[in-house]
């Protein structure tokens, strides 16, 4: 079992609808949950973390935690070509080291 | 600040020579991070720093890949010899205050191995 996994994808959604990211994790003692938006050719960069169970919205962004089901996942609304990129999604394991998950590439079609 | 800085932006090189990538960590990160990108493993890490200090290198791939961080605002990952499986992206990334803060990824290098 690999320590975060993504569905890969593409995952396509129409301009306007919401898109939903999940990412599940293999280290229950895991604390912190990170997303990384990467746009083709381009370095990540941080769009959202969060640390605790529940929901955590910015913008048009919602992160939601699940430490039970180690499940986290991304809701993007209201989504924009502007969004189509790879999404990552990163775990601080108990051995203290940030591992990302495969991506999962989105396309939003105008 | 200029974020964090990666050089050379891309590389291109033979099999078996070697090759050196290098970093600047943002002024007064105490972490840094060395990842490789690849479409079939994705997001690997390499190894990381803190405090100059290397704390885990359990990701390096083998004897071949050495990295150092001489100083808070240089670090270098060498490849020696080569190989064309080496071919990647690979990212710097800085943070402060450990691993519970955002990581800020320099523009990566691209490692072509022929």
């Known amino acids: 079992q690999k320590e975060v996994e993504q569905n890969s994808g593409p995952l396509s959604v129409p301009e306007g609808a919401i898109a939903s990211l999940n990412c599940t994790y293999s280290?229950?003692?895991?604390?912190?949950f990170f997303w990384y938006r990467q746009y083709s050719g381009k370095s990540p960069e941080l769009i959202m973390s969060?640390?605790?169970?529940g929901d955590k919205e910015d913008g048009r962004f919602t992160a939601q935690l699940n430490k039970a089901s180690q499940y986290v996942s991304l809701l993007i609304r209201d989504s924009q070509p502007s969004d189509s990129a790879t999404y990552l999604c990163a775990v601080n394991m108990r051995t203290g080291k940030l591992i990302f998950g495969q991506g999962t590439t989105l396309q939003v079609k105008p | 600040d200029a974020g964090v800085i990666q050089s050379p932006r891309h590389e291109v090189t033979e099999m078996g020579q070697e090759v050196t990538l290098r970093c600047k960590p943002i002024?007064?990160?105490?972490?840094l991070f060395w990842y490789r990108q690849t479409m079939m493993r994705g997001l690997e890490l390499l190894i990381y720093?803190?405090?100059?200090?290397?704390?885990?290198d359990s990701g390096m791939p083998e004897d071949r890949f050495s990295a150092k961080m001489p100083n808070a605002s240089f670090s270098t990952l060498k490849i020696q010899p080569s190989e064309p499986r080496d071919s990647a992206v690979y990212f710097c990334a800085s943070t402060i205050r450990g691993l519970s803060e955002k990581l800020f990824f320099g523009s990566g290098t691209q490692l072509s191995v022929l």
């Open positions: 720093f803190n405090n100059n200090v290397p704390i885990d």
């Open positions: 002024s007064g990160h105490d972490y």
């Open positions: 280290d229950r003692v895991s604390q912190s």
């Open positions: 969060i640390y605790s169970n």
